[in-house]
């Protein structure tokens, strides 16, 4: 993983502010070198939905870098650990998309939860869509996100090695 990310973000054409947030963390984790990227895009019929995805974003880091199980249960507990804090505050009326990659030593992991999507990017530069959003044609709205309480069942797993890079997109 390179020392260098590049973000970009954009209000888009309905909406006064943007709702998206997104984090990067470095860390040593057992003395090898850990890495993650993370976006949270709020959603919700209220007001709060930035700060449901900075809360989604800041309870997810903590527990990934707290974390003592392997990467696979570790980014599925903090997927878990985020989803109990915003349902526990908006009881399932705010909440958050959540798309993650986390890098540590020669592995790599995605969790996915929502419509915000995760690409690999293969040495050609062809981008493949590596998740599936939790929707449905048929009727609007998400089957899952980060705050809907029980039931939440994140999509962790890994990065083939054909891919160099990733990009972490929301809507």
Aim: glycine fraction near 10%.
């Amino acid at each position: 993983v390179p020392d260098w990310f590049a973000l970009r973000s954009h209000p888009g054409l309905v909406r006064p502010e943007n709702e998206d947030r997104v984090l990067i963390a470095r860390w040593v984790d057992r003395g090898e070198p850990a890495w993650l990227v993370a976006l949270a895009d709020g959603i919700g019929s209220g007001k709060a939905a930035a700060d449901a995805a900075a809360i989604v974003l800041g309870r997810f880091v903590g527990a990934v870098i707290d974390g003592r199980r392997g990467v696979e249960l570790r980014l599925e507990d903090a997927a878990h650990e985020a989803n109990r804090a915003v349902f526990n505050r908006w009881r399932g009326k705010e909440g958050a998309t959540l798309s993650a990659a986390m890098v540590r030593g020669r592995q790599t992991m995605l969790v996915n939860v929502g419509d915000s999507r995760i690409h690999g990017i293969d040495r050609e530069d062809e981008l493949v869509l590596l998740t599936k959003d939790d929707v449905l044609p048929s009727i609007s709205g998400l089957l899952q996100f980060v705050g809907m309480g029980k039931d939440l069942v994140p999509h962790v797993l890994p990065i083939d090695s054909r891919f160099v890079r990733a990009l972490l997109t929301s809507d």
